[in-house]
């Protein structure tokens, strides 16, 4: 199968994803600035998991720059990332309708940990169907900065049992070191 049919339904997912975050967020009764002031967790958990989406279908994207051939374990792996992107939405609103209390903020970072380790399963996944000396895996290699996220994932999911706004904050730190696309890719494709 060519990758493209596998990247525009991926593109399309995210699409989806995006527009149901934002129709999540209910403008307020009011034409005030004190109006708004309610509404700031939501605004906030809504920006940081934009972001987070954004970010992924950016590194998502250089991914599929480099990527041949696709095959079943591709196909599931990728549909294990899209899954759990899928579920950002209900986090993000129950994050911001519970103004950060520990609960929601701790299975919010369980959803970007698993969000992680599904993409780094289909970063692997892609790197088996198309060798450890191909573009994606040189480009991929030994993924420090991905494992790291992971480890702060974790950490922001135990620190927000003792303060939520520090978890979140963890989670804020990730989505800032990412924020810039993964160039690693493109590197390699320049050198080949």
Partial sequence: MGKGRVEAFSDGVIAVIITIM??????????TLDALAPIWPKFVSY???FIYVGIYWNNHHHLWHAVHKVDGRVM????NFL???????FMTGWVGE????????ALYGCVLFMAAIAYTILARVLIASHGA?????????????????LAIYAAGIAVSFVNSYAGFALYSLVAAVWFIPDRRIERELKVK
Avoid at 99 to 104: C, D, I, K, R, Y
Avoid at 133 to 149: H, L, M, R, W
């Fill in 83 to 89: 899954f759990w992107l899928s579920l950002f939405p």
């Fill in 133 to 149: 000396g191909s573009t994606i895996g040189a480009a991929i290699g030994n993924d420090v900065k991905g494992y790291a996220s």
């Fill in 76 to 79: 599931w792996a990728n549909l």
């Fill in 47 to 49: 920006v940081l998991s």
């Fill in 98 to 105: 519970n103004h950060f209390e520990t609960l929601p903020v």
């Fill in 22 to 31: 934002v129709l999540e967020m209910k403008p307020p009764h009011g034409a």
